[in-house]
């Protein structure tokens, strides 16, 4: 008896909060739709129909990467966190993860900006953090990154022909740098991740309005622009490569586009 | 009528008393439940996935996962009292092999099996091991065909092509595991007296059916977790390791040999995802990833399974082609076979592996033993039932 009680004081409740009259803040939504593209089309995967600025022809497997701290300038330049839901997981062969609906509500109204984080910052990039997959198949080893390097900013796998005519396997991953010793031990870190400011990412948000966001990944610009990026100087493994990582955080500053619609 | 009912119960005073109806209905329908399983408590355990695949309509109960038990070592599973035809899940999965086989494909071939892997016949796949199934969330078997993305339909309405419940009835037909029949084996189970009350038991009634059979087993396998191993303790603090178990880990987490990329990343010591790894390409086996997905990158995929009890469970690979972890290491190091299927993320690919020293070979064993978790191998909350009496499938301590 006393269970119904509460179930039914309960439900009163529920219903007369249903009929409040007091004002509601009609946020509206963000919602960002990952595409990977090449020379601005989709890519097409598993086809060795590529080649970058340094003249490699390659194929693309697959691509796996974090976007977080997701915020917002406004038209008085003040920076507003998205921090409800603050990290993301994108993978190529999972269609699920291509999209992502903000949990935060946005107030009405004018934005100059979009930003994000490319990888995850160290003080959140956390070792043993992701218990699940996908993400915790980003592992970033420990010995490799240390307490602020748990996981892979992004993963980018395919093939490449090299000098010898050969389809070589690459590793196109991106995370926390080592420096190393004349002994070669491990002894600092580098962190590789970075924050974007689209261009061209001005946008209007309506009382609780829905803007949708087109964020373009354009792949052959992770290999140029500052720098080319050759293949055959680094070969396909370069998570203990500081010099490889560093050419594509620089790289990485231009490889994002943005369509607002 | 409704029109006298709202003169009667105007706005939202009408709503109220159609809610406090609801209710009445509602908790009259909870109190009239005549049974009510216990549930089951799984162990919390840092570092493991949070998401399991423990499916609504099967929840983990203390008396579900005893039936599973009983059904799983029961020889009247394959439908049959003939002492020859006796079979269950126990005839291949074995509790003193981390629930794996004794690779009895292995048997007859065993020498030839790993210098002339043409000799394979098409058929069974090596027995994977049977340890935390409940954190797989990506398909069961070899190739990953039994999935929640299946939708073929099975022999009757219920049964599926998609979780573990649906491998219990796969395995009891398969002539590759107990080569039985669902319906012989529904009605002998019925006929045993031993059951009738352990099935009302979990599911309020006595009559047996194969989805029940399926959900009490898949209740069993799910509850059987693996998590004793050194490498655990050590992350947790509570342990050291050796300096060549350092070393070891140290290796399987680099750029240089990559086993991280397919066989970490939680504790599971797998991603459970699948990849060609580079094993000289066997035309006779059509039942790779290829078969269901059609995706060429999957020809020659396999499941990177759980290193979990590796040191038990040989022999290795789908197809048991290496007996020892002594010959994966082997493969690994100098024996890789690059074809246009191999997975980018198989290191050395090219040069036909990664050409680890005698040194980094021991290192690495040191390490893979540091996942053993001989805790189950005896534990008798998973072995055979002693009320089971001669129909109780058992293997003399190996």
Redesign the interface.
């Known amino acids: 008896m006393k269970y119904l009680n509460i179930i039914v004081i309960s439900l009163i409740l529920l219903v007369y909060s249903c009929y409040s009259n007091e004002e509601e803040t009609f946020n509206g939504t963000l919602s960002l739709k990952f595409n990977h593209v090449e020379g601005g089309n989709p890519v097409m995967y598993d086809q060795p129909v590529y080649s970058n600025a340094a003249g490699n022809q390659y194929e693309i497997t697959n691509i796996q990467w974090f976007i977080s701290d997701v915020s917002l300038v406004d038209n008085t330049d003040k920076i507003i966190p998205l921090s409800n839901d603050w990290l993301h997981y994108i993978d190529s062969d999972l269609p699920e993860t291509q999209k992502w609906t903000l949990m935060d509500g946005i107030p009405p109204g004018e934005y100059s900006s979009i930003r994000f984080v490319f990888g995850i910052r160290g003080e959140k990039n956390e070792p043993m953090m992701f218990t699940d997959p996908p993400e915790s198949n980003m592992i970033w080893p420990y010995h490799m990154g240390g307490d602020e390097g748990g996981y892979h900013y992004m993963k980018l796998n395919g093939f490449w022909v090299d000098l010898m005519a050969e389809r070589t396997p690459f590793n196109f991953h991106i995370g926390v740098g080592q420096v190393y010793d004349n002994d070669q031990k491990v002894s600092d870190f580098i962190q590789n991740w970075f924050e974007i400011e689209l261009p061209f990412s001005s946008f209007t948000m309506p009382a609780g309005g829905l803007v949708n966001a087109d964020i373009n990944m354009n792949i052959e610009d992770w290999f140029q622009n500052p720098k080319n990026y050759d293949h055959n100087d680094y070969g396909g493994s370069i998570m203990d490569n500081q010099e490889a990582m560093g050419t594509i955080r620089d790289n990485g500053h231009n490889v994002f586009s943005i369509s607002i619609n | 009528m409704k029109s006298i009912l709202r003169k009667k119960f105007p706005g939202?005073i009408f709503?109220?008393v159609i809610?406090?109806g609801a209710?009445?209905v509602?908790?009259w329908q909870i109190n009239s439940t005549k049974f009510s399983a216990t549930p089951y408590q799984l162990p919390d355990l840092k570092?493991?996935?949070?998401?399991v695949n423990q499916i609504e309509v099967n929840r983990l109960t203390v008396e579900g996962i005893r039936l599973g038990r009983f059904l799983f070592y029961d020889g009247r599973l394959s439908g049959s009292l003939h002492p020859d035809s006796l079979r269950s899940c126990a005839s291949c999965h074995i509790q003193q092999k981390s629930f794996t086989g004794e690779g009895f494909q292995m048997e007859k071939n065993a020498t030839e099996l790993s210098s002339d892997y043409q000799s394979i016949k098409t058929g069974s796949h090596e027995v994977l091991p049977l340890i935390n199934l409940i954190y797989n969330?990506?398909g069961f078997f070899w190739n990953g065909l039994i999935n929640d993305k299946n939708t073929n339909k099975g022999p009757s309405k219920g049964l599926r092509y998609q979780s573990l419940e649906d491998v219990v009835w796969i395995s009891i037909e398969s002539k590759d595991c107990m080569g039985g029949s669902i319906d012989q084996t529904v009605d002998l189970i019925s006929s045993i007296e031993l059951y009738q009350p352990m099935f009302k038991k979990d599911f309020g009634t006595e009559k047996v059916s194969i989805e029940r059979i399926d959900k009490a087993i898949a209740q069993f396998l799910r509850s059987i977790i693996a998590f004793r191993f050194k490498l655990y303790g050590v992350?947790n603090g509570e342990k050291k390791f050796e300096p060549d178990e350092l070393r070891g880990y140290?290796l399987f987490?680099?750029?240089k040999a990559?086993c991280?990329?397919c066989h970490?990343?939680?504790l599971l010591m797998t991603?459970?995802?699948y990849y060609n790894n580079g094993l000289m390409m066997d035309s006779l086996d059509s039942r790779d990833r290829f078969l269901f997905t059609n995706?060429?990158?999957d020809k020659g995929a396999y499941r990177a399974p759980s290193l979990i009890n590796c040191e038990i469970t040989g022999p290795y690979m789908h197809d048991g082609r290496y007996k020892s972890l002594d010959e994966v290491l082997d493969f690994y190091s100098e024996g890789i076979q690059y074809t246009?299927f191999?997975?980018?993320?198989?290191?050395g690919?090219?040069e036909g592996g990664i050409k680890l020293t005698r040194t980094e070979k021991n290192d690495l064993k040191a390490f893979l033993l540091t996942l053993t978790d001989r805790s189950i191998l005896a534990d008798t909350s998973f072995s055979a039932p002693i009320e089971l009496g001669i129909y109780s499938i058992r293997h003399s301590s190996l």
């Open positions: 939202r709503l109220v809610l406090i209710s009445l509602f908790y570092f493991f996935p949070r998401k969330r990506n992350l140290e987490h680099s750029e990559g991280f990329h970490a990343g939680s991603t459970n995802e995706y060429l990158k246009d191999t997975d980018p993320l198989i290191k690919a090219i």
